[in-house]
């Protein structure tokens, strides 16, 4: 069954500590979108894919890190930069823009 | 800024009851918006998109309109069951915006009771 895979589901983080959350589509997807999710605040943008070997910042990049070495795959890496990085973090893609966007199950990650 | 509003916050209804989510945005200039279900710890489950052309979009007993001069989008559920309960979100691409990037309302939070 084609869709997004998001790995791990729980993770626990370190102060000081990087971490990195995976996202893998079989959609043949062109865009991949990181989102993070907090209560009260809604859905807030983190990164964006277009293409292979390319990315956007979003509304809130700082903290955060990406790669997309290939068109399947489009890692997070939360770094110590990161202050407060607790959250549900969402993987998306889209065929192209202003396609229908499909979600993984998120990763919650929490600091310990 | 951008933004999205979702009334109510939450909503409680007794089961068989036909019910309207609310969605309202700010850009006219849409270039399509779409309703997502999210159950409790989960990811987002895509339910209807509405392209700014189109006035409405159906699938099974659920039912969005979206009239973008007064920058409103309804999602309407017929005859509610206990399985409908979950957090509802609306998002919305902006028309030249960044590529791809929706904007999200805080969703709707419905119980539907047996």
């Known amino acids: 069954d084609g869709g997004i895979t998001q790995s791990p589901k729980y993770l626990f983080r370190k102060e000081g500590q990087n971490v990195t959350l995976s996202c893998e589509q079989n959609?043949?997807?062109?865009?991949m979108y990181w989102y993070r999710q907090d209560p009260g605040q809604g859905l807030r943008l983190i990164y964006y894919?277009?293409?292979?070997?390319?990315?956007q910042k979003g509304d809130i990049a700082e903290g955060y890190s990406v790669s997309r070495e290939k068109k399947e795959s489009f890692p997070l890496t939360v770094t110590s930069a990161q202050k407060n990085p607790t959250a549900f973090y969402l993987c998306?893609?889209?065929?192209?823009?202003?396609?229908?966007?499909?979600f993984g199950q998120g990763t919650r990650l929490t600091v310990v | 800024k951008q933004e999205v509003t979702q009334i109510p916050a939450a909503l409680s209804v007794p089961e068989g009851e036909n019910l309207v989510l609310n969605c309202s945005f700010t850009?006219?200039?849409?270039?399509?918006l779409q309703w997502f279900r999210q159950d409790p710890g989960k990811g987002l489950t895509s339910l209807l998109l509405?392209?700014?052309?189109?006035r409405e979009q159906t699938s099974g007993r659920l039912n969005a309109s979206l009239d973008k001069s007064s920058g409103r989008s309804t999602l309407y559920i017929a005859a509610s069951q206990p399985g409908d309960s979950a957090t509802y979100l609306c998002?919305?691409?902006?028309?030249?915006?960044?590529?791809?990037?929706?904007?999200f309302g805080q969703g709707t939070i419905l119980t539907v009771h047996p």
């Open positions: 509405i392209q700014s052309s189109q």
């Open positions: 894919s277009q293409i292979v070997n390319d990315f």
């Open positions: 998002a919305f691409l902006a028309g030249g915006t960044s590529y791809g990037k929706l904007t």
């Open positions: 850009d006219s200039a849409i270039y399509n």
């Open positions: 959609l043949n997807h062109d865009a």
């Open positions: 998306a893609s889209t065929l192209g823009r202003g396609a229908e966007a499909f």
